[in-house]
Each structure stands twice: as structure tokens, then as C-alpha cells.
């Protein structure tokens, strides 16, 4: 299995909470850079926060300030921790494991969902 498994996502209140998880296989998840996306229906794909192996970590704009992406290397996991809620970040959420230095991959998850009401 070479599949990342996104898990957490479900339906909230506007101003909510939510915590997803993404569990990646081990001899690949240390030294694996870790993104976050998100897509809506009618919208393109769209970067919502990155991680790197080294714990270095971006965020897209919209998500400024209300997430939090963290890695756990012990659990070969990252985590994406959505704080105030809104109805636009309703959307299916991706989690990406890759590398892009030698040996170079490119993992995908088949995605959860996250519904925010409001």
C-alpha cells in the first residue's frame, strides 16, 4: 500500500472545529514533505498548508491564522487542525506525500470530507 488514508472530516457548524489526519506508509512518511489541498465543487484544487520533512511550514492565505498543519514522525501521520470554521472551506480535502529530491515520489489520498454549515 503506497496510498495515503485522510480521516477526520465530517460536517460542523460555521465557527467549528475540526482535525484531520492522514496517515502515510513509514519507510516513506520521515523524509516526505506533506501538503495539504482541498477541493470544491465547481473550484480547481488549491494548496491549503505544506509541511516539510524538516517541519518548515506554509500556509495558503485564506487559512492564515485559523489552521495548523503539524506532522507526527513517530505515527507517520500529519495532521491539519481547522479552527473557525467557514462555509467556503466546505470542500473534499487531500493529503500529499512527496519527495522532490532523489528518490522522488508523489502519494495521494483519496480524500475526506469536510461540510461546514451555515
Known amino acids: 500500500q503506497v496510498q495515503p488514508v485522510e480521516s477526520g472530516g465530517g460536517l460542523v457548524q460555521a465557527g467549528g472545529s475540526l482535525r484531520l489526519s492522514c496517515a502515510a506508509p513509514?519507510?516513506?512518511?520521515?523524509?516526505?514533505?506533506l501538503g495539504w489541498y482541498r477541493q470544491a465543487p465547481g473550484k480547481q484544487r488549491e494548496l491549503v498548508a505544506f509541511?516539510?520533512?524538516?517541519?518548515?511550514?506554509m500556509y495558503a492565505d485564506f487559512v492564515k491564522g485559523r489552521f495548523v498543519i503539524s506532522r507526527d514522525n513517530a505515527e507517520n501521520t500529519v495532521y491539519l487542525q481547522m479552527n473557525s470554521l467557514k462555509p467556503e472551506d466546505t470542500a473534499g480535502y487531500y493529503c500529499?506525500?512527496?519527495?522532490?529530491?532523489?528518490?522522488?515520489?508523489?502519494?495521494w489520498g483519496q480524500g475526506t470530507q469536510v461540510t461546514v454549515s451555515s
Open positions: 500529499n506525500v512527496f519527495r522532490r529530491l532523489w528518490p522522488a515520489y508523489d502519494y
Open positions: 513509514g519507510n516513506l512518511f520521515r523524509t516526505a514533505d
Open positions: 509541511i516539510t520533512s524538516g517541519g518548515s511550514t
